[in-house]
């Protein structure tokens, strides 16, 4: 292979541009040119490609977003776009592509490739979310946790100083992931995920607990967006009825998961992703996605990672209740 391209779609994860620099230099490193497509699967559809060389890559490694930009195609669903997307593929010489992004991205990855097999497309797993199988993190997912971690303790400053009782959503429409690791890691006396059905009477029942039993003078309880009970503001309003000793506040944090400069971790995850998915291309392999288990590499086929999503840890769940 000698020519093969990246790109970047879906929601963007910080880390994204750490594999792309990853994957720009080790495809330089074994001799192959490499290009860069921008707006993901729309810049596909309308040549959006452009020569990367080192220096295009020069000082990426600390920004969140994506340098590439991100798109989401209403066109490439249709079979026109694909067709367009791929004759722009063959006259630029592009035999493979490394494609960072999530589900959605995975499933458009897997439509190309089925119609249009001589394009060979090995995938890295960029989302905040941590919903894909086959890897335990993906790109973004330790960084959106610290962000909400952090922002979480301030709000817990002026809780604290008020006697309030705070509802804060973070992200999470069908993985409660960010919210779980967030709610232990700040001390909050409930998690709601979507993964787990929300009983308002028990979480009242905790609350009180804690105002009555332990006299807590605040508390916060973290949300995911995709909870079934209707968000925080739903809840903080079915709850608030039963507290008037509270004052109760409700905080969305919203994108700003998305965005801010890649933990350490998230650093080295995402180069080691874009150096094992340049690796796969030149053995000749297509179809799967770059994950990261116990510390090794592996292989996960793209249809496997989009199916099977990864599951919420009960040990997690119960750590909620006992911490609390």
Same mark, same amino acid.
């Given at each position: 292979?000698k020519k %093969?391209?990246?790109f *970047?779609?879906?929601?963007d994860?910080?880390?994204?541009?750490?594999? @792309?620099? !990853?994957?720009? =230099?080790?495809?330089?490193?074994?001799?192959?040119?490499?290009?860069?497509?921008?707006?993901?699967?729309?810049?596909?559809?309308?040549?959006?490609i452009?020569?990367?060389?080192?220096?295009?890559?020069?000082?990426?490694? $600390?920004?969140?977003? *994506?340098?590439l930009?991100?798109?989401?195609?209403?066109?490439?669903?249709?079979?026109?776009?694909?067709?367009?997307?791929? =004759?722009?593929?063959?006259?630029?010489?592009i035999?493979?592509?490394?494609? %960072?992004?999530?589900?959605?991205t995975?499933?458009g +990855?897997?439509?190309?490739?089925?119609?249009?097999?001589?394009?060979?497309?090995?995938?890295?797993?960029?989302?905040?979310?941590?919903?894909?199988?086959? #890897?335990?993190? #993906?790109?973004g997912?330790?960084?959106? @946790?610290?962000t909400?971690?952090? /922002? @979480?303790?301030?709000?817990?400053?002026?809780?604290? /100083?008020?006697?309030?009782?705070?509802?804060?959503?973070? &992200?999470?429409?069908?993985?409660?992931?960010?919210?779980?690791?967030?709610?232990?890691?700040?001390?909050?006396?409930?998690?709601?995920?979507?993964?787990?059905? *929300?009983?308002?009477?028990?979480l009242?029942? #905790?609350?009180?607990?804690?105002?009555?039993?332990?006299?807590k003078?605040?508390?916060?309880v973290v949300?995911?967006?995709g909870?079934?009970?209707?968000? !925080?503001? *739903?809840?903080?309003?079915?709850?608030?009825?039963?507290?008037?000793?509270?004052?109760?506040?409700?905080?969305?944090?919203?994108?700003?998961?998305?965005?801010?400069?890649p933990?350490?971790?998230?650093?080295?995850? +995402?180069?080691?992703?874009? %150096?094992?998915?340049? $690796? !796969?291309?030149?053995?000749?392999? +297509?179809?799967? &996605?770059?994950?990261?288990?116990?510390?090794?590499?592996?292989?996960?086929?793209?249809?496997?990672?989009?199916?099977?999503?990864?599951?919420?840890?009960? &040990?997690?769940?119960?750590?909620?209740? @006992?911490? /609390?």
């Open positions: 292979m %093969i391209a990246v *970047t779609s879906g929601g994860s910080p880390g994204m541009n750490a594999c @792309i620099r !990853a994957v720009v =230099r080790m495809s330089l490193y074994q001799g192959m040119e490499v290009f860069g497509i921008r707006r993901g699967y729309q810049g596909m559809i309308e040549g959006d452009l020569p990367m060389e080192q220096g295009s890559v020069s000082g990426i490694i $600390q920004q969140g977003g *994506t340098i930009r991100s798109a989401r195609s209403q066109e490439f669903r249709t079979e026109a776009g694909r067709a367009k997307a791929y =004759r722009q593929l063959q006259e630029a010489g035999e493979g592509l490394v494609a %960072i992004g999530g589900d959605g995975f499933k +990855a897997q439509i190309l490739m089925s119609e249009y097999p001589d394009i060979k497309i090995i995938g890295c797993p960029g989302t905040i979310d941590n919903d894909l199988y086959g #890897t335990d993190f #993906t790109i997912y330790d960084t959106a @946790i610290n909400a971690m952090n /922002a @979480i303790d301030n709000i817990k400053d002026t809780a604290n /100083a008020h006697d309030r009782l705070f509802f804060v959503e973070v &992200m999470g429409r069908d993985a409660g992931f960010i919210a779980l690791r967030a709610g232990i890691a700040t001390g909050a006396e409930a998690v709601l995920v979507p993964e787990s059905k *929300t009983n308002i009477e028990h009242i029942q #905790t609350l009180e607990q804690g105002y009555i039993r332990k006299k003078n605040s508390s916060i949300v995911a967006e909870d079934d009970a209707g968000g !925080a503001f *739903t809840i903080a309003e079915r709850v608030g009825k039963k507290f008037s000793q509270y004052e109760i506040k409700v905080t969305v944090l919203g994108h700003i998961q998305r965005g801010g400069r933990t350490c971790m998230e650093r080295v995850r +995402a180069s080691r992703m874009g %150096i094992a998915a340049v $690796q !796969a291309l030149q053995e000749g392999k +297509a179809g799967l &996605m770059v994950g990261e288990i116990n510390n090794q590499i592996v292989l996960t086929p793209l249809e496997l990672a989009t199916k099977h999503h990864q599951e919420i840890n009960p &040990m997690l769940l119960e750590m909620v209740d @006992i911490l /609390a």
